[in-house]
């Protein structure tokens, strides 16, 4: 074989393996590139677009979710896109077969066998997937031009090896120089990628071999450079739009100032939280509204639009750019005042607005605050502030000025260099308790000022504390109360002498009415009694002429006592029911005798509407009547007396009673007329006046109609007469209830030969009680407890049983029970309670008990005799009248503290129960008796025994009660009460007040028992 044809076929040969090299590498650098090309295009477009649905994924937006899809499938390369979640599909899009189908994802085309690349992409945020992407690429476009690219390769290399056969003898060298370059070409292209170029000299065919290659090569180079490029660009773009994103997003949200943002038109487009907060209008509310219309007050409104109209003509605005502070609208109506900052921005739509916006409520609010505290703070109350320590950090000047401290002295201090050292440890822990539980102290406290002196102050000190309640500050403001505290002690002596005068004043004239009183009595009963006795007419006068004056200074001396109780505060109204037309009549003519002897008219005038039947103190009524229509006859020489009556109404039960006494008397001066009032006040204050008295009768009227609650006055003229009225205030009732309350009723007593069985263990109430009932001629034997009372049935048959309920050994309730388990008539014996008051449920207890019937303590007799008859019958024909409501003239001291102790209403009534001769010997064994329950009370306070203390107390109580010990009557039954509730330590705390009062109400007792009975 020839060189030549060697050559040839060498060349030829190493042309077609070289050819056929280059094919093959640029096939698969073809393959390759557009490989990579595609799985780079899936990755980057499945990750753009999982970024883009990411905030949808997450915020499950399925309908922006559908948008996206249907936007990506626009792109003629996606055949399908699902996104889902945890197995749920959000949305997807593009052919049903693919979407139905199990799909497998792809790594390279050769996997490819359905002529789509298959992709995935996951959804993230920090860290966590939330869902993925599923996409599908077409590689169709791709392995068609791949197909493409083998076929012209092949034609190529086959023409090209003909063309070698032709003519390789002609360009053996030329061949292999080419074929050379070409297979160095490729080696580079391969490891270096495309873009190299090979030299090419010629113009035949290998030359357009080579220049296709280069072609090729440039080709390839372009499109992966712009791929490159397009992909990079890409991706800054979607990281600057997201961290551009993220940031605005932080900004709005983190931001406290409102940010709103409006287009040309006003439209609200953008509004972050804070706006929601301030303004009160939701992102949803307010959203394409125009904002004048609901943040910016009614008047505001215009200068708004057509600041915004100026701005779109010049492009200035004088809002723009600036701080400026105006008024804003909130959703619930309230105007508010805002600082606003306005800017301008340009975009592709048109120009827009974003508003920065700082509510100035609360800063406003502050500075007012500020101010005034700062104010208040310099004030002539003292002031010091400390922190949480109590550590001093702001005095005023008036602290200066009440302590002498100056602020360098004090600040940093403790305020307990104050203290005056007179205050316990208990004091200032109270004050701190009360600081820590209720934030405030209030109280008077003794301080020292810093040159020694102790002074009183009145200090109120608040606690500061933060919104979550830690204590931050400590506000104390002082009053020195010096001079206060000073008049107050003057103040009190003053009234403490004022007092001391008055009672003295009070109880000369009491003592005096009394003692002037009881001769007074004899005078009258003699000249009464002497008046019966056969006397001449010349004797007869003169027992008128004494007895009258008698009389008239019995009446002086009932308006002493009367205002002498008035002075004391003693004077009590007692209601009752009575006829209202009857008491008018009988007042005037209780005074028709006098007036008829001076021939005077006496005229009643009563209202059509007057009530008859009323409630309230019929005998303080009839004495102020009778007092000025007594005035009224005295003062009248010719003409008439009226008394006129009118009513007001003040509800369906009660009216004010108004009336008149006119008369034609001498009259009073208008000067004179306020002095009428005043006590021992008389118009005529000469010797030689015409006309007796004390001037106590309009004094006494006065306070008594203000008692009855109403008002007296007058109206008078000198030379033409007088016109006295007043009026009281009564209540309405009915005939019933006067029948209910006549003064005399009948009483029916028990048999004399009645044997009553009396159990009670204190001696004073068995001969108070036993002399009730002897003087009414029935039969006692005395128990002293309930043993003995049990015993005393076993062995005597006895009616009645009196029973008291709280006796030693064998109460009056275990005694009862055993009484009516007894055998024969004692069983049946009724037994009557007797205790000292009437509790809650005590009646009920008692007659469940098996007693018959209660009676309290102290006794009252026509009670007592009514209840043993009608538990025993009596004598049908035996009736006796007795006076209910018996008015008696007060014969005690009068002394102020006497009255406090003894209740001579209930002595009184023992006078007339029993005998004014008996009634000292049972004050003076009760009192005896009484001291010895003393010791048995103090017996108890030193050994704590609450039972003990409860039994005696009740006992000491109910004898109290029946002796005129009032007081201290209701202070046992206070001890008694706390000792049955449980409550011994309060109890024994009382215990000693109550001896002392006892031995009070004792010695007081015995002194009235000493002064004797009428």
Not at 496 to 519: G, N, Y
Not at 852 to 858: A, C, E, S
Not at 946 to 953: C, K, S, Y
Request: charged content about 25%.
């Amino acid at each position: 074989m020839s060189f030549r044809l060697k050559t040839i076929l060498g060349i030829a040969l190493i042309e077609s393996v070289l050819l056929l090299i280059l094919v093959l590498s640029s096939l698969d650098f073809l393959r390759t590139s557009n490989e990579d090309q595609i799985i780079q295009r899936a990755s980057t477009t499945s990750k753009l677009f999982a970024s883009a649905t990411k905030d949808a994924v997450l915020a499950t937006d399925l309908a922006t979710l559908e948008s996206f899809v249907d936007e990506i499938l626009t792109n003629p390369e996606i055949i399908y896109v699902r996104i889902h979640n945890n197995d749920i599909v959000l949305a997807q899009g593009g052919q049903p077969e693919l979407l139905n189908s199990q799909r497998s994802f792809d790594n390279a085309l050769d996997s490819v066998s359905d002529g789509v690349f298959d992709v995935q992409a996951q959804v993230k945020e920090a860290g966590i997937v939330y869902g993925a992407i599923e996409l599908g690429l077409s590689t169709q476009s791709i392995q068609g031009m791949l197909s493409s690219a083998r076929q012209w390769v092949t034609s190529i290399a086959v023409l090209e090896v003909l063309l070698v056969a032709v003519f390789s003898f002609l360009f053996g060298t030329y061949l292999t120089s080419y074929l050379r370059k070409l297979q160095v070409a490729s080696k580079v292209i391969e490891k270096s990628g495309p873009g190299h170029q090979l030299q090419i000299t010629g113009h035949d065919e290998i030359a357009d071999v080579a220049n296709a290659f280069n072609t090729m090569s440039l080709s390839l180079q372009r499109t992966y450079h712009e791929l490159e490029e397009s992909l990079e660009d890409r991706e800054q773009m979607l990281e600057k739009l997201e961290r551009n994103r993220l940031k605005n997003q932080a900004i709005l949200s983190a931001s406290l100032d409102a940010i709103i943002t409006i287009d040309e038109h006003g439209t609200v487009i953008d509004y972050n939280v804070a706006a929601e907060n301030i303004f009160g209008w939701k992102l949803d509310e307010i959203a394409g509204q125009n904002i004048a219309d609901f943040m910016i007050p009614h008047e505001l409104r215009e200068t708004h639009k057509q600041g915004m109209k100026d701005y779109l003509n010049t492009g200035e605005g004088p809002v723009l750019g600036n701080r400026i502070q105006i008024e804003a609208l909130r959703k619930d109506g309230l105007r508010f005042p805002v600082e606003a900052a306005v800017c301008p921005i340009n975009s592709p739509e048109g120009p827009l607005f974003t508003a920065f916006l700082r509510d100035l409520s609360q800063h406003i609010a502050d500075q007012t605050e500020m101010r005034l505290a700062s104010r208040a703070f310099e004030t002539s109350e003292a002031m010091f502030i400390t922190d949480a320590n109590a550590h001093i950090i702001r005095i005023n000047q008036a602290f200066t000025t009440i302590t002498g401290y100056q602020e360098d002295e004090v600040l940093g201090q403790n305020p307990n260099f104050l203290s005056s050292g007179q205050h316990d440890e208990d004091f200032f822990n109270k004050m701190w308790s009360s600081l820590l539980q209720h934030g405030e102290w209030k109280g008077e406290i003794l301080n020292r000022r810093k040159n020694g002196d102790i002074f009183p102050e009145y200090a109120n000190i608040s606690v500061v504390t933060d919104e979550e309640g830690t204590i931050t500050h400590y506000v104390a403001h002082l009053v020195d109360i010096s001079n206060q505290k000073l008049k107050e002690q003057q103040l009190r002596q003053a009234s403490q002498q004022a007092r001391q005068a008055a009672e003295a004043k009070s109880r000369f004239l009491a003592v005096m009415s009394h003692e002037i009183r009881t001769p007074m009595n004899a005078v009258l009963g003699i000249l009464g009694l002497l008046r019966d006795t056969p006397l001449n007419q010349e004797q007869l006068e003169l027992v008128k002429t004494g007895r009258e004056s008698g009389e008239m200074l019995l009446s002086i001396i009932n308006d002493i006592l009367d205002f002498s109780k008035m002075e004391a505060d003693k004077l009590e109204l007692e209601l009752n029911s009575f006829d209202l037309h009857q008491l008018l009549t009988l007042s005037m003519d209780l005074l028709r005798p006098k007036a008829k002897d001076k021939c005077l008219a006496m005229n009643l005038i009563l209202c059509d509407d007057l009530p008859r039947y009323v409630h309230g103190d019929s005998c303080r009524l009839q004495q102020v009547l009778v007092n000025l229509i007594n005035n009224a006859v005295k003062f009248t020489e010719s003409g008439n007396i009226t008394l006129r009556t009118s009513v007001s109404s003040l509800s369906d039960h009660s009216f004010k009673l108004n009336c008149e006494v006119q008369d034609t008397g001498i009259g009073i001066e208008q000067t004179r007329h306020k002095e009428l009032f005043e006590e021992f006040s008389m118009v005529d204050q000469s010797h030689s006046r015409a006309y007796e008295g004390t001037g106590l009768g309009l004094a006494i009227c006065k306070r008594l109609v203000k008692l009855m609650g109403g008002h007296l006055g007058v109206k008078s003229h000198l030379g033409v007469g007088s016109n006295f009225y007043f009026n009281v205030i009564l209540s309405k009732t009915n005939a019933n209830e006067i029948e209910n309350n006549q003064e005399l009723e009948s009483l029916q007593l028990p048999s004399p030969d009645t044997r009553i069985l009396l159990a009670e263990d204190n001696i004073a109430n068995q001969r108070v009680i036993r002399a009730i009932l002897r003087s009414s001629g029935l039969q006692v034997d005395l128990a002293s407890n309930g043993q003995e009372a049990v015993k005393a049935l076993r062995s005597l048959p006895y009616d009645i049983v009196l029973m008291d309920i709280s006796m030693p050994l064998m109460d009056g309730m275990e005694a009862t029970r055993i009484i009516r388990q007894m055998d024969g008539a004692n069983s049946q014996i009724p037994i009557i309670a007797l205790t000292a008051h009437a509790l809650k449920g005590d009646r009920e207890r008692f007659i469940a008990s098996g007693m018959n019937d209660y009676l309290t303590k102290p006794i009252d007799k026509n009670a007592t005799l009514s209840c043993i008859h009608r538990w025993t019958g009596g004598a049908e024909n035996t009736r006796i009248q007795t006076t209910m409501n018996e008015k008696t003239e007060s014969t005690d001291s009068t002394q102020d503290s006497l009255s406090d102790y003894v209740d001579e209403a209930v002595l009184q009534q023992l006078v007339r129960d029993i005998s004014a001769d008996i009634v000292p010997e049972l004050l003076i064994g009760y009192i005896e008796d009484t001291r010895e329950r003393i010791l048995k009370i103090r017996e108890a306070l030193k050994s704590t025994d609450a039972e003990l203390l409860e039994r005696e107390t009740h006992t000491l109580g109910s004898s109290a009660g029946a002796h005129g010990n009032t007081r201290l009557l209701k202070e046992a039954r206070k001890v008694e009460l706390l000792c049955r509730d449980g409550a011994v330590n309060q109890a024994m705390q009382l215990t000693p007040d109550l001896i002392l009062l006892a031995e009070k109400s004792l010695d007081y007792l015995a002194t009235r028992a000493d002064t004797g009975f009428e």
